[in-house]
């Protein structure tokens, strides 16, 4: 792949000739595993990389392709033609496909949200997967998430204690039957934290241009806590041990601080939901609205507060939006939570159930409170018996679609779950095994990079943070039927356009801006589209 952009030059030699993916060996390799589409192959000589891109002025633009046929990043360049404010069947030329084209019409005046990141989690399942690898490849893969010439992740999520993608059930205080520990004298960092999270995350600061936004997430209770007993299923924190439960995250902290690691934010529960259910498996503690919001407001603030540590992003929710608004608007209506809460977590598993409007209807009612997508994944349902499927072009197309749906209300960022799983979907203790952008086959040291790593580069390289959404408008009734998009504006003032079809045919589409004129669009079946350019160079008067 040929980096444009002649800022880019420079530093594309550096990294060319550092990088352990450096040489004439930065295409990908493909590999077809028979599921429809291809898998890039890494191992310790070669791995593909993603040029950095520098939007060029306009009227010059950078088109990014990945598709459904094996185009993954692929970079062209194309300019805007004298602005018009239709087109016309006669623009159409004869060898042309004759299909529907589709007007989309860029409004910079028209703002919404701020992008906050994207990034995705450091679980004990990852660090075992990437640790698994020759040390060139472990390299590679933090490369392949955190570094210039990768997705360039600006968000980490950080596990407190064990999850369900760890090889048994764990926290920072586990003691017998009939012991409890209210001062937390025996809380001590994992050897999962001290051998695999600890070093990764370190390893991907030191990797990152920018200091990246790491959030903590807890899973489990130690079962001393719990009514129930037990790290894993159904059970609450007994309201004597709410403040303990408090202390418990800021000594998990001060302890990553202690390593040089430091936080932006904590979400207040992984998935409350789950330990309300008598079925449910593995690491929970369950909350309704209204105990989260006594225990934010009464003990996890203040001792935020006390600890020094006032200014971290506190998140609430941390679950599906079949929640929202409700969620919200009850532990809002508490004072003494209102005050510390920042944010609204998300979770994508079941937007399928729910349309967006929730997401709308929670920030009209908070805007003050941004919303952020901390968990996806596929391949977790019952119903999919095989949880890693090589090469599949449908679970990419599952990725782009939600981001664009999600940014397109009000979420300033996505973070994936697991960096790296092994080729059956794990390790997890339970055997809820899923799918991965970058999977490790450890026995034959390689990695592949799924279709799904792919479709994440067309949001994570491009919409940087502080990036602001900004209004599109199309002329067509069934755009929605197979063409999704989204635009927005970055701090450098960059413009940024992606599109999605998921339509097996081509489309095109007929892009206005009125600021520098229109282009035309052609894009593949199966396909995911960015343009992305500047403003124009000022002229001499």
Known sequence: MKPPGARCVLLWLLWQQFSPCHGANDECRSRDYGH?????????????????????PAPSSYIISSDKAGRRWDITKAAFTEFSSTLSPNDILSDELEEEVVEVRLDTEERYQTIIGF?????????????????????????????????????????IGGTDFS????????????YADPTL????????????????????????????????????????????????????????YYETWAQYHIRFLQGYAKHNITFWGLTTQNEPTDGLQSWFEFNAVGWTPKEQAQWVGMHLGPALEHAGLGHLKVMVLDDNRIFLPKWVDEVMSNPAAAKYVSGVAVHWYIDWLTPPLT???????????????????????????????????????????????????????????????????????????????????????????????????????LLVPGSVRVKL????????????HTAFIRPDNATVVIFLNKDSLPRRVHFLDPRVGSLRLSMN?????????????????
């Not at 090889?167 to 009939?178: I, K, Q, R, S, V």
């Open 36 to 56: 429809g589409s291809t898998v890039c192959v890494c191992d310790a000589t070669h791995c593909d990389t993603l040029p950095p891109i520098d939007p060029p």
């Open 119 to 159: 990034g995705g989690a450091f679980t004990d399942a990852a660090g075992l997967n990437i640790l698994s690898l020759p040390l060139k490849l472990q390299d590679t893969v933090l490369r392949a998430y955190y570094a210039p010439e990768g997705l360039q992740y600006t968000m980490g999520r950080v596990p």
């Open 167 to 178: 090889t048994h059930p764990y926290t920072y205080d586990d003691l017998p039957h009939g």
């Open 185 to 240: 004298l025996k809380f001590a960092l994992a050897k999962e934290d001290l051998s695999a999270k600890i070093p990764m995350i370190r390893q991907a600061l030191r990797m990152s241009p920018v200091p990246l936004k790491l959030f903590g997430s807890a899973w489990g209770a130690p079962g001393w806590m719990k009514d129930s007993g037990s790290i894993a299923g159904k059970g609450k924190i007994f309201p004597k």
């Open 359 to 461: 997401l709308d209807l929670t920030h009209q009612r908070h805007p003050k409170l941004f919303i952020l997508y901390t968990e996806a994944c596929t391949g977790q349902w019952p119903w999919q018996p095989l949880k890693v499927v090589l090469g599949s072009w449908p679970r990419a197309e599952s990725y782009a679609a939600n981001i664009i749906q999600s940014l397109n209300h009000w979420s300033t960022g996505w973070t994936d779950w697991n960096l790296a799983l092994d080729e059956k979907g794990g390790p997890n203790w339970v055997n809820n095994n899923v799918d991965a952008p970058i999977i490790v086959n450890a026995s034959a040291k390689e990695v592949y990079k799924q279709p799904m790593y792919y479709a994440l580069a067309h949001f994570t390289k």
């Open 473 to 484: 408008t199309t002329t067509s009734a069934t755009v929605s039927n197979y063409l999704s």
């Open 525 to 541: 079946p199966r396909s995911l589209v960015t343009i992305t350019f500047g403003p124009p160079l000022p002229t001499d008067q």
